[in-house]
Nanobody, 122 residues
Framework: QVQLVESGGGLVQAGGSLTLSCAASGSIFSINRMGWYRQAPGKQRELVAVLTSGGIPNYADSVKGRFTISRDNAKNSAWLQMNSLKPEDTADYSC????????????????WGQGTLVTVST
């Protein structure tokens, strides 16, 4: 069984910074993509940032230039540095991974964390 555990959410004033962490544990063979999605109240879940195992990032247009994603493949971990936060960044942020388990012979699985709340005040 694979788990994603997030940390780092909280309350911050507009213009401030937060760093989210995500660590994957369990019988992991390899992680293809790892990153974050978010869901604000009354809105659909959206991509924030995802990083491939080869180091290629994909950011939502709304966070480009403000957020930076990084990962350590050896530690099955990823981080999201969020700077210049805005009230519209307020949401529940969920870690996401596309990975293979065990011996790596099966198909890729999508795994989600429990979510961490980020609240940006004016």
């Amino acid at each position: 069984q694979v788990q994603l555990v997030e940390s780092g959410g909280g309350l911050v004033q507009a213009g401030g910074s937060l760093t989210l962490s995500c660590a994957a544990s369990g019988s992991i063979f390899s992680i293809n993509r790892m990153g974050w999605y978010r869901q604000a109240p009354g809105k659909q879940r959206e991509l924030v940032a995802v990083l491939t195992s080869g180091g290629i990032p994909n950011y939502a247009d709304s966070v480009k230039g403000r957020f930076t994603i990084s990962r350590d493949n050896a530690k099955n971990s990823a981080w999201l540095q969020m700077n210049s936060l805005k009230p519209e960044d307020t949401a529940d942020y969920s870690c996401y991974a596309l990975l293979k388990t065990g011996a790596g012979t099966g198909r890729y699985l999508e795994v989600w964390g429990q979510g961490t709340l980020v609240t940006v005040s004016t």
